[in-house]
């Protein structure tokens, strides 16, 4: 059966072929674009007569907006820290050869895959705890972007774990045979035969994730994050929520993944080609 098209998109940009597929004539259409709506926003903003452009207002706000996407990268970089540690842990037990370890982490790394971001983030929104109390009577509050951050690292870390039993598996099973033929135990032989090995493989799409992950932090903006997005709106109703201004400040915050984003797109597909497996 022939699959839609915004799923064939979604899986495309799993597998980062949208991200590899990035030229440097795409960086310079981009650019020619967003330098072609500013000049229309500034000179609607000037048509309309408004007391001060919407450019202005950007520039006013800016330092508040990047405070927001600071935030970003700092739920990021924790969300895929946990992603990974777990990830790998959840990997292995995948590759185990007892059918009651393997069986559940199997479970976990299908649901965590296939279940929506969205959803996840609301489920660990509203059933984590406001506050924890500490064994000496002591309330710590648990803030929202923390829980953002554990709830864009789960889907993260059942791809995580895909993504290692599967480099473990590329292994040609000669090396197994060769290690046992050694006396190797099966724990020796993965910790210095065959995950060495797979570190090369893992790499490419461990960035592709981490894009992704990045790519979604936004949604924290829905539980009252302070991230880019809140706080680009939050600037926007105070200049004056005026229409003019919607343009050049999510202009402003494409700019700003894009940026980010865009070399992590090109590292990704020149470790891609480096470690290509032939």
């Not at 229309?40 to 903003?45: E, K, T």
């Not at 343009?247 to 700003?256: I, K, V």
């Given at each position: 059966m022939r699959q839609p098209a915004f799923q064939l998109s979604i899986a495309r940009l799993r597998d980062g072929q949208v991200l590899r597929g990035f030229r440097a004539w795409h960086v310079a259409v981009v650019l020619l674009a967003l330098v072609v709506a500013l000049a229309?926003?500034?000179?609607?903003?000037s048509a309309l007569g408004t007391?001060?452009?919407?450019?202005?207002a950007l520039i006013t706000y800016a330092p508040f907006i990047l405070r927001g996407f600071a935030l970003n990268l700092a739920m990021s970089f924790l969300a895929m820290a946990i992603a990974t540690i777990l990830g790998i842990g959840l990997g292995l037990m995948q590759i185990s050869t007892r059918a009651a370890v393997?069986?559940?982490?199997?479970?976990?790394?299908h649901l965590l895959r296939n279940s929506p971001w969205l959803v996840i983030l609301f489920l660990v929104t509203y059933f984590m705890p406001?506050?924890?109390r500490l064994p000496g009577g002591w309330l710590v509050p648990v803030p929202d972007w923390s829980k953002a951050t554990l709830a864009f690292a789960l889907p993260v870390m059942g791809n995580i774990s895909e993504i290692l039993r599967g480099a473990v598996r590329s292994i040609p099973s000669g090396q197994w045979e060769s290690a046992e033929g050694l006396a190797f135990t099966r724990a020796q032989t993965?910790?210095?035969i065959i995950l060495p090995q797979c570190v090369r493989r893992c790499i490419p799409p461990w960035m592709n994730w981490y894009?992704?992950?990045?790519?979604?932090?936004?949604?924290?903006?829905?539980?009252?994050?302070h991230e880019a997005v809140a706080n680009a709106q939050a600037s926007m109703e105070a200049a004056g929520a005026r229409p003019e201004l919607l343009?050049?400040?999510?202009?402003?915050?494409?700019?700003?993944f894009f940026v980010y984003i865009y070399p992590i797109a090109v590292w990704t597909r020149v470790l891609e080609r480096r470690y290509a497996v032939g």
């Open positions: 229309a926003a500034v000179v609607r903003s007391p001060s452009t919407a450019l202005t393997r069986l559940p982490a199997r479970f976990v790394t406001v506050e924890v993965l910790r210095y894009a992704m992950l990045t790519l979604s932090t936004p949604m924290a903006s829905i539980f009252s994050v343009l050049p400040f999510y202009l402003f915050l494409l700019c700003l």
